[in-house]
C-alpha cells in the first residue's frame, strides 16, 4: 500500500510540474507542402514520434524546449504547444512552430524551378520533404551519434541524452519527454566524467567525440559562437565545423543546411552519391568510395545546378 500511495504521490506531483498546454491553433501548410511523417521521421530530427487512433495520425515531439503535437489537414497542420512557461510570459508559438517547419518557403514554386533547370529532378520527387530549421547543437549531437547508425537508434541515443542532461517537461502519450540540454548544462561536467557516462550509455565510440565537440563549443562560446556561424559564409561556418572532433564534411553540411541557414549546403550521402553517378556525373561511375575530392564535385555539382536552395532540392 505504501509503495502504491507514494507513486501515485509522485504522478501527481509529475502532472503539477508538467508542462502545460500554453496554446493551439494552425499553420497554412497543405499536406502537399508538407509531409509531416517525411518531414519528422526521416532523419533529420530524432525527437519526434507518430501516434495514431486508427483514423488519424498526430506527430508528437519536442522543438525549443516545447512539447508538440502536430496533426496534418488538408491545407493546414494544426497544433497544441505545451510550455513550462510562466503564465505571465508572453510567446509566439504560432510563430515558432512555423519558423521550425519554415513554412515560408514555397516548395511548389522551387520545385518547378528546379525542374526547369534539372530534367533529371521530377523522377526524385515525392512527398513533400520540409528542411527543419534546428538548434545547431542539438544538430550537432545528433549528427554525431548517426554516423554508422539507424534511426531508431539513434532516436533511442538523443532521448537517453535529454533525459540524462535536459528538463523533463511531462509525460505525454506515455512517453517522458525532455528539454535538449543547453551547453551551460554541462559547465561543471569534467571530460572524463562526460565520456564515462556516455559509455555506460553504450554511445560507443561516439562518446569521446561528442564529450571533446562539448568542450571544444563551450570554449569557442557556445551559443555566441553558433550566431557568429550563422552569420558566415557556407564556406567558411563548414571550415569552422569541421574542426570540432568527429565532425566531417558531411555533419558539417547537415548542420550548416538544418541549423545555420546555409540552405546551399548539400550533404552527399550515399543515396544522394550513387543519384549523381547514374543521372549526373557518370564519370564517378567506377568511383566506388567518397573521397574529399569526389565529395567536393558532387556537392558543387549540384550548387551549381540547383542554386542557392541546393540542399532543399536534395532533401526533396
Same mark, same amino acid.
Given at each position: 500500500?505504501?509503495?502504491?500511495?507514494?507513486?501515485?504521490?509522485?504522478?501527481?506531483?509529475?502532472?503539477?510540474?508538467?508542462?502545460?498546454?500554453?496554446?493551439?491553433?494552425?499553420?497554412?501548410?497543405?499536406?502537399?507542402?508538407?509531409?509531416?511523417?517525411?518531414?519528422?521521421?526521416?532523419?533529420?530530427?530524432?525527437?519526434?514520434?507518430?501516434?495514431?487512433?486508427?483514423?488519424?495520425?498526430?506527430?508528437?515531439?519536442?522543438?525549443?524546449?516545447?512539447?508538440?503535437?502536430?496533426?496534418?489537414?488538408?491545407?493546414?497542420?494544426?497544433?497544441?504547444?505545451?510550455?513550462?512557461?510562466?503564465?505571465?510570459?508572453?510567446?509566439?508559438?504560432?510563430?515558432?512552430?512555423?519558423?521550425?517547419?519554415?513554412?515560408?518557403?514555397?516548395?511548389?514554386?522551387?520545385?518547378?524551378?528546379?525542374?526547369?533547370?534539372?530534367?533529371?529532378?521530377?523522377?526524385?520527387?515525392?512527398?513533400?520533404?520540409?528542411?527543419?530549421?534546428?538548434?545547431?547543437?542539438?544538430?550537432?549531437?545528433?549528427?554525431?551519434?548517426?554516423?554508422?547508425?539507424?534511426?531508431?537508434?539513434?532516436?533511442?541515443?538523443?532521448?537517453?541524452?535529454?533525459?540524462?542532461?535536459?528538463?523533463?517537461?511531462?509525460?505525454?502519450?506515455?512517453?517522458?519527454?525532455?528539454?535538449?540540454?543547453?551547453?551551460?548544462?554541462?559547465?561543471?561536467?569534467?571530460?572524463?566524467?562526460?565520456?564515462?557516462?556516455?559509455?555506460?550509455?553504450?554511445?560507443?565510440?561516439?562518446?569521446?567525440?561528442?564529450?571533446?565537440?562539448?568542450?571544444?563549443?563551450?570554449?569557442?562560446?557556445?551559443?555566441?559562437?553558433? *550566431?557568429? @556561424?550563422?552569420? #558566415?559564409?557556407?564556406? =567558411? /561556418?563548414?571550415?569552422?565545423? !569541421?574542426?570540432?572532433?568527429? $565532425?566531417?564534411? &558531411?555533419?558539417?553540411?547537415? *548542420?550548416? @543546411?538544418?541549423? #545555420?541557414?546555409?540552405? =546551399? /549546403?548539400?550533404?552527399?550521402? !550515399?543515396?544522394?552519391?550513387? $543519384?549523381?553517378? &547514374?543521372?549526373?556525373?557518370?564519370?564517378?561511375?567506377?568511383?566506388?568510395?567518397?573521397?574529399?575530392?569526389?565529395?567536393?564535385? !558532387?556537392?558543387?555539382?549540384?550548387?551549381?545546378?540547383?542554386?542557392?536552395?541546393?540542399?532543399?532540392?536534395?532533401?526533396?
Amino acid at each position: 500500500y505504501f509503495e502504491h500511495k507514494m507513486k501515485e504521490m509522485s504522478n501527481e506531483q509529475d502532472l503539477e510540474m508538467a508542462a502545460k498546454l500554453k496554446d493551439s491553433g494552425t499553420i497554412e501548410l497543405s499536406t502537399e507542402e508538407c509531409s509531416l511523417e517525411q518531414t519528422l521521421l526521416g532523419g533529420q530530427s530524432f525527437r519526434w514520434r507518430p501516434i495514431s487512433d486508427g483514423t488519424r495520425t498526430k506527430y508528437c515531439g519536442v522543438a525549443s524546449n516545447i512539447y508538440w503535437e502536430l496533426t496534418p489537414e488538408d491545407t493546414s497542420i494544426r497544433y497544441e504547444a505545451y510550455s513550462k512557461c510562466p503564465g505571465g510570459t508572453s510567446m509566439d508559438y504560432k510563430s515558432l512552430i512555423s519558423n521550425y517547419l519554415r513554412s515560408d518557403f514555397n516548395i511548389k514554386k522551387h520545385q518547378t524551378e528546379w525542374m526547369g533547370k534539372d530534367e533529371n529532378f521530377a523522377k526524385f520527387v515525392g512527398k513533400a520533404v520540409r528542411v527543419l530549421a534546428q538548434e545547431p547543437l542539438e544538430n550537432i549531437i545528433s549528427f554525431m551519434c548517426s554516423q554508422n547508425n539507424n534511426i531508431k537508434r539513434i532516436s533511442a541515443m538523443i532521448q537517453w541524452f535529454c533525459s540524462a542532461f535536459g528538463v523533463k517537461l511531462g509525460r505525454y502519450n506515455g512517453s517522458d519527454e525532455y528539454t535538449f540540454p543547453t551547453i551551460e548544462c554541462f559547465q561543471d561536467v569534467g571530460l572524463q566524467e562526460l565520456d564515462t557516462k556516455l559509455r555506460a550509455a553504450k554511445f560507443g565510440y561516439r562518446a569521446k567525440f561528442i564529450a571533446l565537440a562539448l568542450q571544444k563549443i563551450k570554449e569557442q562560446g557556445g551559443q555566441r559562437w553558433f *550566431i557568429k @556561424l550563422q552569420g #558566415l559564409s557556407f564556406h =567558411e /561556418a563548414r571550415e569552422e565545423l !569541421v574542426k570540432l572532433p568527429g $565532425i566531417g564534411y &558531411k555533419v558539417a553540411d547537415c *548542420i550548416c @543546411l538544418m541549423s #545555420l541557414g546555409h540552405l =546551399e /549546403a548539400v550533404p552527399v550521402d !550515399v543515396h544522394i552519391y550513387r $543519384i549523381a553517378q &547514374k543521372y549526373y556525373l557518370p564519370q564517378l561511375s567506377g568511383q566506388k568510395s567518397v573521397t574529399k575530392r569526389v565529395y567536393e564535385e !558532387v556537392s558543387q555539382h549540384f550548387q551549381e545546378l540547383h542554386g542557392k536552395f541546393a540542399g532543399w532540392a536534395q532533401a526533396v
